[in-house]
T-cell receptor
């Protein structure tokens, strides 16, 4: 089982749609969680951290379910500019060989069309 | 100026050549990382360093070496480049455990 798994998509949605991405992680001791956004041929950029109580930033909402080892990202009122690859990122923070390194999912591709 | 700067941005080199990719940062972070990204494979960790005197291998370190010349500088070398090292290379920094990474703009390397 991969440490971080995402549905690769692609997701093709019209402007204004609501879209949700899911991600599962294998290490139950993981402590920190993030969503990154990556545009084509550009560097990944931090979109938002994911907190245990869930958090919202404008049109974006992130949720964490520790019991199911599951993270989600919800995008409301999609814009053309939201088209990108979204990376689910986990910090195992479990010591040993995982210490200090983030684990990246392969990414979910989103295309928002007019 | 960018917080994390990578040079060169693009490079084409021949098989067997030695090549160095450079990374410098102004964020004052102790932790630095080198990743490569291939289509469909996501980001793979090559090497990382938590301090000037600390160097650690990542998942795919074979064929690569690194040097941490200073807190702000972390360079990646391909000792003898081969075509399957053609990829997009990213340098990243982190402020510590529990923090996300800041990435450089990447180096697109082509080995012919």
């Amino acid at each position: 089982r991969k440490e971080v798994e995402q549905d690769p998509g692609p997701f093709n949605v019209p402007e204004g749609a609501t879209v949700a991405f899911n991600c599962t992680y294998s290490n139950s001791a993981s402590q920190s969680f993030f969503w990154y956004r990556q545009d084509c041929r550009k560097e990944p950029k931090l979109l938002m951290s994911v907190y245990s109580s869930g958090n919202e930033d404008g049109r974006f909402t992130a949720q964490l379910n520790r019991a199911s080892q599951y993270i989600s990202l919800l995008i409301r009122d999609s814009k053309l500019s939201d088209s990108a690859t979204y990376l689910c990122v986990v910090n195992p923070n479990a010591g040993g060989t995982s210490y200090g390194k983030l684990t990246f999912g392969q990414g979910t591709i989103l295309t928002v069309h007019p | 100026d960018a917080d994390v700067t990578q040079t060169p941005r693009n490079r084409i080199t021949k098989t067997g050549k030695r090549i160095m990719l450079e990374c410098s940062q102004t964020k004052g972070h102790d932790r630095m990382y080198w990743y490569r990204q291939d289509p469909g494979l996501g980001l793979q960790l090559i090497y990382y360093s938590f301090d000037v005197k600390d160097i650690n291998k990542g998942e795919i370190s074979d064929g690569y070496s690194v040097s941490r010349q200073a807190q702000a500088k972390f360079s990646l070398s391909l000792e003898s480049a081969i075509p399957n090292q053609t990829a997009l290379y990213f340098c990243a920094t982190s402020d510590g455990e529990g923090y996300g990474y800041t990435f450089g703009s990447g180096t697109r390397l082509t080995v012919v």
